[in-house]
C-alpha cells in the first residue's frame, strides 16, 4: 500500500469482468478507470439501521471493504467496544486491516478509532485534511500513520478519496472501482449525496454500480428526497444501499424507486460478488 497520490498524471488500464451485489435479505481531468481481477466485498459492522440481529446496532457507520490485495476500514462508528465485539462475530479481525479510512470528524464516525488502533496500530488512517488537530494528535500518538486528504486522491490498487467537498461539514467519500462499475461510499453525505456521485463519476468515468451509506436526509421533505432520487436516477445509479442517517422516510421513498435493487445496507450486511 502507498500513500495517497493525487490527482494529476495518472493512467491505468481499463478492465472488465462482471460484478453482482448481494445483501443480508470541479473541473480535473479524470481517473482512467483500472479494476483488477478478484474478490470485493463490504461488511457493514457499524450501523443504527439493522440488517442482523447477531450484532448490535447503535448510532453511526462503519464497514469494512475487501478486495484481493486489500482491506480497508471505512470509518469506526461511534463506539470502540461495539466495533470491535461486531467485527468478531462477523469474522473479521482488526489486524486484517490494512487502512481506516475516515469521512468526516463526528463522533459517530471516529469514536471507535482508538479502540481499534490499541488492537493494530499497523495501518494507515487516511483523514480529511481539515480534521480535528486534537485527533490527529491522539492517532499519532498510537505510533500510527496518518495521511491528510485534501485533494482528490488514489490511495492505493482501487481506492479513491473524492478529496474533501465541503458544506456546513467538510467530508470526504470513498470510490472505488469494482469490475462492474463504481462503488460510493458514504459516511453522512453532509456536501450532498447528489455532489458525492457526480465527483465519483468525474473521477472514475465508469458506471456507478452502487452508492452506500449516510445520505443526511433527515430533514428533508418528501418533494426535496424525490429531486434527489430523480437526480441519481439520471446519473445511472444501479444500486443502492441507504442507512444511518438517511431517515425512514427517505429509506422508504428510495427502496420504492429502486425495488430489487434496494440492497440492505445495515448493520450485518454482507455485500459480495
Keep these: 500500500m502507498t500513500d495517497g497520490t493525487t490527482l494529476q498524471g495518472f493512467s491505468f488500464l481499463l478492465a472488465k469482468v462482471g460484478f453482482t451485489v448481494m ?32 450484532v448490535k446496532q447503535s448510532w453511526g457507520f462503519s464497514c469494512v471493504v475487501q478486495t484481493s490485495n486489500e482491506t480497508l476500514l471505512f470509518d469506526t462508528g461511534g463506539d470502540g467496544a461495539i466495533l470491535l465485539k461486531n467485527m468478531e462475530k462477523l469474522g473479521i479481525a482488526p489486524q486484517e486491516i490494512e487502512a481506516v479510512f475516515l469521512s468526516h470528524n463526528h463522533r459517530d464516525h471516529t469514536g471507535g478509532l482508538l479502540d481499534f488502533l490499541r488492537q493494530n496500530s499497523n495501518v494507515a488512517v487516511y483523514v480529511p485534511r481539515s480534521f480535528s488537530s486534537v485527533l490527529n494528535e491522539k492517532i499519532k500518538n498510537q505510533h500510527t500513520r496518518i495521511i491528510s486528504i485534501g485533494d482528490a486522491t488514489r490511495l492505493y490498487e482501487n481506492f479513491y478519496t473524492t478529496g474533501e467537498m465541503e458544506s456546513w461539514v467538510i467530508e470526504q467519500s470513498l470510490v472505488v472501482d469494482t469490475p ?13 449525496i447528489v455532489n458525492i456521485v ?8 465508469k458506471d456507478v454500480c452502487l452508492v452506500m451509506g449516510g445520505f443526511h436526509l433527515l430533514d428533508q421533505n418528501a ?36 425495488r430489487k435493487n434496494f440492497i440492505s445496507g445495515g448493520c450485518g450486511a454482507h455485500l459480495r460478488p
Design 180 to 192: 462492474k462499475g463504481i462503488v460510493v461510499i458514504t459516511g453522512c453525505a453532509h456536501p450532498g
Design 23 to 54: 445483501s443480508c435479505t470541479m473541473a480535473f481531468s479524470p481517473f482512467a478507470a483500472y479494476a483488477g481481477d478478484g474478490e470485493f466485498r463490504i461488511t457493514v459492522v457499524y450501523n443504527n439501521v439493522g440488517c442482523s440481529d447477531e
Design 223 to 258: 418533494s426535496q428526497i424525490e429531486q434527489v432520487i430523480l437526480a441519481l436516477e439520471e446519473m445511472g445509479v444501479e444500486k443502492i444501499a441507504p442507512s444511518h442517517c438517511t431517515g425512514e422516510d427517505a429509506m422508504s421513498q428510495f427502496k420504492r424507486s429502486w
Design 198 to 205: 457526480r465527483r465519483a463519476k468525474q473521477l472514475i468515468q
